[in-house]
């Protein structure tokens, strides 16, 4: 069974920072074609935050360039994203996700509140 646990969530000033993990577990490393990060706002459509590839090439939606960074830790089976300078827009539910070639998987959410 894939579980992904997600952790790193909380509440930060405007300008702070925080970082997410994502550990998946029941998939092995290799199997996976690509993971993600999604967030979702009160009232608004989940949209697309970043995406690294088996390969590790990265993708970032523009709201986010250059301040958020996605990496992973093959060994870990572990997806992280680095918030910078975070902007009370950014507050939502953010979730991990995987592509792998036994199917699609979402964690159950961490919370970021960005507020002064």
């Known amino acids: 069974q894939v579980q992904l646990v997600e952790s790193g969530g909380g509440s930060v000033q405007p300008g702070g920072s925080l970082r997410l993990s994502c550990a998946a577990s029941?998939?092995?490393?290799?199997?996976?074609?690509?993971m993600a990060w999604y967030r979702q706002a009160p009232g608004k459509e989940r949209e697309l935050v970043a995406t690294?590839?088996?390969?590790?090439?990265?993708n970032y939606a523009d709201s986010v360039k250059d301040r958020f960074t996605i990496s992973r830790d093959y060994a870990k089976n572990t997806v992280y994203l680095q918030m910078n300078s975070l902007k009370p827009e950014d507050t939502a539910i953010y979730y991990c996700?995987?592509?792998?070639?036994?199917?699609?998987?979402w964690g159950q959410g961490t919370q970021v509140t960005v507020s002064s």
């Open positions: 996700h995987v592509n792998s070639r036994g199917g699609l998987y």
């Open positions: 029941g998939i092995i490393s290799i199997s996976i074609n690509k």
């Open positions: 690294i590839s088996g390969g590790g090439t990265t």
